[in-house]
């Protein structure tokens, strides 16, 4: 059975569909890459997915169970976590604090909370980081620390939202190594958005791309990409190299 | 100083969430008319019609109820214009203004002094309190509120907050507590309707309407009013078109103090001239702003009369107590069915 | 600076301190040593040890609120006339003892937070409405007992003075130091509650929320449950701050218990020592209430340029409203901030 099943699900904004009846089914501990040219709808899709805003119609289903416009916090306790393309630390704290957070509000009782809040973080490589207080992170560190507060509640689901966009090729590399750790040795199963085709192509066991709201079309990497649409979907869009 | 969140909610969506109740109706012309007589308002023209049927029905005559129409009426042409210009600071500069009250107060004294110390006629005064009163808005929010801008909007709030302790007590202090009064010459009592108001009030209700026609006006019309509506609309637009947003904070925010100014001059020889009245028409401004919208000018004057009403009425449902009590019980009310207020829009 | 995020392979540092010990230690420090003050200070100064004391714990209460949950209120005099009044109600009508009083405005003043945080809350409405909202409702209530038969309309409660010193019914002799033990109890108690509060997992999900409730509901975490659990505490630690007063002044009215001037009472203190820290209120407590009580002296008897206020009310809230200004914009981190923000430089 999917872990995730999305089906017909629609959003718009006073006469804009940002989303037009997506649909979509995850298997759990599969990745699934979901690709599409800006203002596709694939933060709002998220948005829907997860609580943050309620769809107007279609439905949504966690581990066959309807979540469908359920509140965000009822989701993420569901276990659905998500990251946000614009990183939200807490941040009038530390980043061990703002992990600490995450893995009180999970599952699990931890006899110690703050030491396997210091372990996921570095799981995460944000070492380093630990202590600082989250003002003045770079963009790579605090794209990590999304990473590790929604990997620190244990989820079944991650969405992650563009997760590795402001990193350089260099700060990609263990960022992709741990997603698929996260697959092979978790269980967890992982939806991510993203623009770098090359993550996209490695990470995922199929791919999804949206275009003006809709589903385009769906299946394996190497056959998404070579489908005549999506190229020109991304038509005028600087081509991203598969190499970079 | 903490960073409260204000109400924007989902990340990145690119499609900006919508502030509840901030996007002004002003200046969305015809289509706004229609628009606007939504569910939520003919509810309210059908609550207002129920309460007055009632009105009449519990009254010892119909000529009591006949007055407090009358009486509310008028008044809420005045808390109409107050309003608007709380309303106005609220859409520009994002902040409550928490001193509009004590604004209003100033200009109440300022006219008692001219009125008792020169014998000048009340409303000639209005020559003097709305010069000033802009003058002293300009000033305070250049001089003041600015220093804290680019801060968390709770500082701006405190400020005001501040400012207006500062003035209540500080006429408390010049003045004392004594109540004054300023008389109209040639008040009298006219016959309207069955009912009868004083000369001053229908001066009062005329006079703010007048005002409140050329504010709006102004919004519409000119250039001024529109980079106005544009920085309330999307500051970060506005700026990007070339408005000096610095200015129009400053000047917004003198109009709307402008606007409590004239409103005092306009009801001195209505109510008792004592520190505490402006905290009167302070609290009562609140609740109409947040009746018609915050942010919202059309609202605002709508907001005066549905609040003057409900206050006169009051009088007929809760006999013997205070009218603001209705007041109040009308903003929970707001609260808890349509906290946005008549022109607001959900998110 | 661009830094490459490598994984850390040496061994981790270990974990940082976290400074709640020291922040208890420092509460049971200036309990043993403000308790021998009483006896020290003469008569007058007393009383203004225990008006300080009494803004402490407002702003205290307001704090938890406004500085650690976010939730800036602008009208904290609702709840401490709410637990005045309680007390005074409690007691003159019905006979009750004044610890049920407080217990009972605890009690009260909790309620109506929850309520009308949800009402307000709900929406996500912006931080002015809130304001404004906060600052309405201490207005209203401030109506309702000026105009109610049930609580005595703008007379308001005279406690009735008892023949002999009590503890159960809170009154001692005007000048006994009883007052201040009990005031500075009190206090001792709310700081402890809201070093505990930030040190628990609440007080830490509460924090989240003020930083960002989106990314908090994000991780599980139910926000209203939260927000609201933050404004019960708030109100009924500001509550006990009204109990006290009435006991201690023997007299309630609506301006005294509802007035705006309440209000900035709660709000002020913080604002100069530093809003959502712990010792913020207590520093900023320990400036105002010496400052309105010169300024009560100064109106009493007044310099010769200064001779037209004599009797006059309003001066120490002018001054109020002046030094929050200032404080605001000079120094808007507070002065318990600074000198930490400094100290840790240094």
Redesign the interface.
Known sequence: MSILRVEGLSKH?RG?K?VDDVGFEVEEGSILGVIGPN?AGK??MF?LI?G??PPDSGRVFLKGQDVTGK???VI??SGM??T???M???????V??NV???V???KGGHANP??HA?EVI?TV????W??SPTEGL?T??LK?LELA??VA?RPRVLLL?EVLAGL?P??RA?VMELLERLRSEEGITLVFVEHIMAAVMRLSDSVLVLNLGRVLTSGAPDEVTKDPRVIEAYLGEEPTRADS | M??NQQSV???????P?EDTATVPAKGRGRRSLGAALGRSQLSVVAVLAVAVLLAYLLADSPVIATQAIVTGLLIGGVYGLVAMGLTLIFGVLDIVNFAHGAFLAVALFITYWLVSSMGLHPYVTILVTVPVMFAVGWAVQRGVLSGAMGKPLENQLLITLGISLVIENGLLLLFGANPRSVPLPGDRTIGILGAVADLSRILAFVGALVLAGVLFLVLQRTRLGTAIRAVAANNAGAQLVGIDTRRIYALTFAIGTACAGAAGTLVSPLVTVEPSTGALFNIVAFVVVVIGGMGNVVGALVGGFVIGLAEQLGTIFLPGQSPLLSVFIVFVLVLFFRPQGLFGRTS | ????????RTS??P??RKPWNRHLLAVAVLAVVMVPVPLLLPQAQQAVAVRVMIFALMSIGWNVMSGFGGLFSFGHAAYFGLGAYTTAWLLVEKGLSPWIGMAAGVVVAAAFAVVSGYLLLRYRLKGAYFALATFAFAEMFRLLATNSDVVNRAEGYHIPLQVEESWWWLQFAPSSPNYFWIALALTVVALVASILFLRS?TG??A??V???Q??????????MRYQLTTMAISAGITSVAGAFYVQYYLFIDPDLAFGSAVSIQAILPAVIGGV?TIWGPVVGAAILGPLSDVTATVLRNPPAFLSFLEGRGGLDVVIYGVLLIVIILVLPQGIYSAVRQRWFRS
Do not use: C, K, W
């Open positions: 904004f804009l940002a203002g933060t709002t948005n997860a943050a805003m509140p965000p916090h993420a306790q976590a998500r946000f393309q614009l939200r630390p807490f941040y009038s704290m530390s061990l604090d600490t957070i995450a009180l509000a999970g703050r030491d210091a570095e490589g944000l070492g380093t630990r202590d770079p790579a560190a990590r507060r929604a509640l939202d350089v260099a700060e263990p | 903490t960073n909610s989902s990340s990145g969506t690119g499609v969430e | 600076m661009t830094q490459t995020v490598a994984v850390d981790p540092a974990l940082p997992r830490q999900f924090l989240a003020r930083d960002d989106d990314a908090a509901a994000a991780l599980g975490i139910p926000v959502g």
